[in-house]
């Protein structure tokens, strides 16, 4: 029985689609130059792989093998068009921002991936939970590398924050520095790897911290490495 | 076993019922939105229409007084193109040309571009593109001030070697690792502006009485008598 427990870690930690499984990264390379607009796809992603998982585990008993894939890919392809329209009529503004890469959540593999590896073998309710927490940590990662990017391309964090939120939102922007001239790469696609492989690289370092820590605490004897980098204590 | 025939049958089946259900949620979805993704879309059109006209005024309803212009000098991509005229107490003011640039770096390009009567350019909008985001779409009002080098020129105070970016030897500024994009734009902008200047009279006079017999003037008139209709299911 998978627990609650373990389908949160795993979506914003340990099986982290963007930083660990390295999937969908051509939407979250092209929309993350800013915080907004990264966060806006996160969240359209997440509604997304909850309901193709809570679809896909609502018919896990009823798909043949040899089908299995087209089917998944019929019942994404449906979803994504559904909340692509909704988005047009409730969410207009928004929807013209993010524009094309609403469509594109359909060829983002993450959602196929968890439709596979998980829904189509667990419960309804594991699987919606599943879609809610990998959702969230691709959300988080699409979020903090908008916020990267655009702190160093354009000096502010959360620029055009009306056209998710409102008028009212417009006062959330950060400006960092004024006057700013704006590290043009970072928001160019070169920056999003590196950004991306900047996020990546401290969350190995964190993991490899973590590890040093718990293998310094059941083996007192072992003289402890400072360098956390040192991959060959794995 | 089952009998292999039966299996790929009952596959089939299969398949064929979730792409019947799949599009009837989407028909469904579809149905119900269309209406309100319409009236956003009629909202965003008024805004930009209000958008390229800023200093001028004008009392009638810009979405009402439209025309739709064919013939082979019209500008941009587009079989047909739609002016919307703003009026002041009947008087002519100005006119917002929508156009396409069909050179853009991946795509079309929508452009709004609002032109004072005296022919000197009120505003420009990038309404809808698809250039790379970071270069190409510093034309959006939102990204850059880029637009806004536009406002008050005219063929007047601008002369067409000007009319490019300042690469090819004109006064607009291109952008860092994107040249095509605003090239494609002056262009297009330059091209309403010239048409408009050209057919500035016609334009304006389709809403009078065609009294006169000029054959131009009668075949614009059906053409705003055909917009209007649909115009008026649009509204509804």
Not at chain 2, 108 to 128: C, D
Not at chain 2, 142 to 153: K, L
């Amino acid at each position: 029985m998978t627990s609650v427990k373990t389908i949160v870690y795993d979506g914003l930690w340990k099986n982290n689609q963007a930083l660990v499984a390295l999937l969908g990264l051509c939407p979250l390379m092209a929309v993350t130059a800013t915080a907004i607009n990264g966060l806006a796809l996160g969240i359209a992603t997440t509604f997304v792989l909850i309901l193709t998982n809570a679809v896909v585990a609502l018919i896990r008993n009823h798909l043949k093998s040899e089908v299995r894939i087209p089917m998944f890919v019929l019942i994404i392809a449906s979803v994504v068009t559904v909340i692509e329209l909704l988005m047009n009529a409730y969410l207009h503004e928004l929807y013209r921002v993010l524009g094309i890469f609403v469509a594109l959540i359909v060829t983002n593999c993450t959602v196929i991936g968890r439709a596979e590896a998980f829904a189509s073998k667990r419960s309804v309710h594991h699987s919606i939970l599943d879609g809610l927490f990998i959702g969230l940590g691709f959300t988080i990662v699409l979020l903090l590398l908008g916020a990267f990017r655009e702190a160093l391309g354009y000096g502010t964090i959360f620029r055009q924050a009306e056209l998710m939120f409102g008028e009212a939102a417009s006062h959330m922007v950060i400006t960092l520095a004024d006057d700013f001239d704006g590290f043009l790469l970072a928001i160019l696609p070169p920056g999003a790897f590196m950004g991306l492989a900047v996020l990546i690289a401290a969350k190995k370092a964190i993991d490899t911290r973590i590890h040093h820590r718990q293998r310094t605490i059941k083996v007192p004897n072992v003289q402890r490495v400072t360098d956390s980098n040192a991959p060959d204590m794995l | 076993m089952a009998n292999p025939a039966r299996s790929i049958l009952h596959v089939g089946f299969l398949l064929a019922f979730s792409a019947l259900a799949g599009t009837g949620v989407m028909a469904i979805t579809h149905y119900h939105t269309k209406d309100r993704i319409e009236e956003n879309k009629r909202q965003v059109l008024i805004r930009g229409l209000t958008s390229v006209l800023p200093n001028v005024k004008y009392d009638n309803d810009l979405i009402e007084d439209r025309i739709t212009v064919g013939g082979p000098d019209k500008p941009g991509a587009n079989k047909s193109l739609s002016i919307y005229r703003a009026r002041y107490q009947g008087e002519p003011v100005a006119a917002v040309v929508t156009t396409i640039a069909p050179d853009g770096y991946s795509g079309p390009i929508r452009i709004l571009v609002g032109i004072q009567y005296n022919g000197v350019i009120s505003g420009v909008r990038v309404v809808e593109h698809r250039e790379t985001p970071g270069l190409g779409d510093a034309i959006e009002a939102e990204r850059s001030g880029w637009v806004f080098s536009f406002d008050g020129r005219s063929r007047q105070n601008t002369s067409p070697p000007q009319w490019q970016v300042k690469k090819d030897g004109g006064v607009f500024d291109q952008f860092t690792g994107a040249t095509i994009t605003p090239r494609a734009v002056v262009k297009a902008v330059h091209n309403s502006l010239q048409y408009f200047e050209m057919h500035r009279e016609e334009l304006f006079a389709v809403m009078e009485n065609a009294g006169t017999a000029d054959n131009q003037q009668k075949k614009s008139a059906a053409a705003s008598d055909e917009m209007h209709a649909e115009t008026k299911q649009q509204v509804k």
